[in-house]
């Protein structure tokens, strides 16, 4: 994008949830995200991030990297060069997303097109259930009646989470299934989980070890594609996950906005891994960049709005498990 001085704005904002969202080892009443507008005096784009909370990324952190780079910023930073500037994480998403937006604007094209991604189209996305008591989760997932893809939140407790999945199972015959495991279990907890996995039809098991234990992989046998999560933050983590895992998700947060995300998801491919888009919870102001990518994605958790009180207007469509974003909320001229 061409260099044009702009106006920076940087706001947070709150979103309470419906109810506690629950993971291993985590959990949330609501999500508090850093919003950023840039403005030319014409144009308008807008970024959102919730950042990455096992970072220890918080709005405070954020805003304070965004404020460091305040003059940079104003003078009309390109997006390589923000990337540069700051490092990945949520303070960067929420610029980088807001510069993709205000040239959608000032150039006329949409962030598709810009970005070289197919025309959107829905995406069937996962509807993610919190962790719970089994008998909760599977009633959750008998409501989710249209729903196609369901991931379910594990804890780290195989009995019970075994009692879980097979409810939900049992519940949602139907459904695909995946699991993520959010760091939680340890190497001797695999062979057990798995086989449990496998007899229940589960799709996907999504970080079942903590961040730095990617070895406790080493030598068990999974039929199921293993995605990692905590265990990919940025480009450079890909190349050591092979052998390991077979899918990287991606989320913006993590790697620093759409156009590193878009440089990843092509390394992944390169080194024969599928590529999933997931999101930290936001509203569909964040999941709007985040669908550009699913586009190109085998795997789609874009679900985060679900969990709000309330979103956005416009916000993402979520209809028969597809999701889609209209034109107006982000990412198109005006």
């Keep these: 994008m061409t260099e044009r001085r702009c106006t920076l704005h940087i706001a947070v904002e709150s979103f309470p949830f419906v109810e506690p969202f629950r ?41 304070a990297q965004i404020q460091a780079q305040r003059d940079l910023i104003e003078r009309g930073v390109s997006r390589d060069r ?46 993610t259930l919190s962790a719970d008591e ?46 993520d495991g959010n760091q939680g279990f340890a190497r001797h907890d695999l062979v057990p989980l798995i086989s449990m996995l496998v007899e229940q039809r589960v799709s996907l098991l999504e970080q079942p070890v903590r961040r730095g234990r990617e070895a406790d992989l080493d030598g068990i046998k999974c039929p199921i594609p293993v995605a990692a999560d905590e265990s990919v933050l940025t480009v450079g983590d890909i190349p050591r996950l092979v052998g390991r895992f077979s899918v990287v998700n991606i989320k913006l947060d993590k790697c620093g906005g759409l156009t590193d995300a878009l440089a990843m998801a092509d390394a992944a491919r390169l080194h024969g891994l599928d590529v999933m888009v997931g999101n930290m919870v936001g509203s569909s102001l964040a999941m709007a960049p985040a669908f550009v990518l699913g586009q190109l994605c085998d795997i789609v958790d874009l679900d985060g709005p679900i969990f709000l009180k309330s979103d956005r207007e416009p916000s993402v469509s979520y209809v028969n498990g597809l999701a889609s ?4 909320l982000w990412g198109w001229p005006a």
């Excluded at 929420?94 to 970005?115: I, Y």
């Design 23 to 63: 993971i291993a080892g985590y959990v949330f009443d609501g999500q508090d995200v850093v919003v950023v507008t840039l403005t030319d005096g014409e144009h308008v784009g807008r970024g959102e991030a919730s950042g990455v909370y096992y970072l220890d990324e918080t709005p405070e952190r954020m805003i």
């Design 325 to 328: 974003c209209p034109p107006a």
């Design 134 to 179: 089994p008998d909760a989760m599977a009633a959750r997932a008998a409501s989710y009646a249209d729903v196609r893809h369901i991931k379910i939140k594990l804890t780290g407790d195989v009995p019970l989470d075994s009692a879980r999945v097979r409810a939900i199972r049992a519940a949602r015959p139907d459904a695909w299934l995946g699991v």
């Design 82 to 127: 923000l990337r540069a500037a700051m490092p990945p994480g949520g303070a960067r998403n929420a610029v980088d997303a807001a510069l993709w937006d205000l040239e959608a604007k000032r150039s006329g094209q949409p962030v598709w097109q810009l970005a070289g991604v197919p025309t959107p189209r829905p995406l069937a996305t996962t509807f």
